[in-house]
């Protein structure tokens, strides 16, 4: 007999303030990024062209994967530590650690906090 494992699936809003002047929405985000690689590979050709591009777009995409994953594992938390004995101090402390690292992944990426210019 097989047992399955649940499935969770969380919709994840991220409240990320930009600033107004740097603000752009992702269809342009999008868009300049793909002029950028045509342009270089107009330039170099295509097989000249940077290979940090490419790498840098697999990157993006890994990142997103990881992103729905933290999203899922949120949700096993939540239901794991609910079960026997209920949520208690050390699964905030599970929490806040996660939480620490990614504002640290956020200032990094944003340029805020200590990476602040």
């Given at each position: 007999?097989?047992?399955?494992?649940?499935?969770?699936?969380?919709?994840?809003?991220?409240?990320?303030?930009?600033?107004?002047?740097?603000?752009?929405?992702s269809d342009d985000a999008k868009q300049k990024?793909?002029?950028?690689?045509?342009?270089?590979?107009?330039?170099?050709?295509?097989?000249?062209?940077?290979?940090?591009?490419?790498?840098?777009?697999?990157?993006?995409?890994?990142?997103?994967?990881?992103?729905?994953?933290?999203?899922?594992?949120?949700?096993?938390?939540?239901k794991m530590a609910s079960g026997q004995g209920?949520?208690?101090?050390?699964?905030?402390?599970?929490?806040?650690?996660?939480?620490?690292?990614?504002?640290?992944?956020?200032?990094?990426?944003?340029?805020?906090?200590?990476?602040?210019?």
């Amino acid at each position: 007999m097989t047992i399955q494992k649940p499935v969770y699936q969380l919709t994840m809003k991220l409240d990320i303030e930009i600033p107004e002047d740097e603000a752009q929405s992702s269809d342009d985000a999008k868009q300049k990024s793909d002029v950028s690689r045509k342009a270089l590979e107009l330039l170099y050709g295509k097989a000249g062209a940077p290979r940090w591009l490419e790498d840098y777009e697999a990157e993006q995409a890994r990142i997103q994967k990881i992103l729905k994953q933290i999203a899922t594992a949120l949700i096993v938390h939540d239901k794991m530590a609910s079960g026997q004995g209920g949520h208690h101090w050390g699964h905030v402390g599970d929490l806040r650690h996660a939480e620490s690292q990614l504002e640290e992944i956020r200032n990094r990426l944003m340029g805020t906090g200590e990476y602040a210019k």
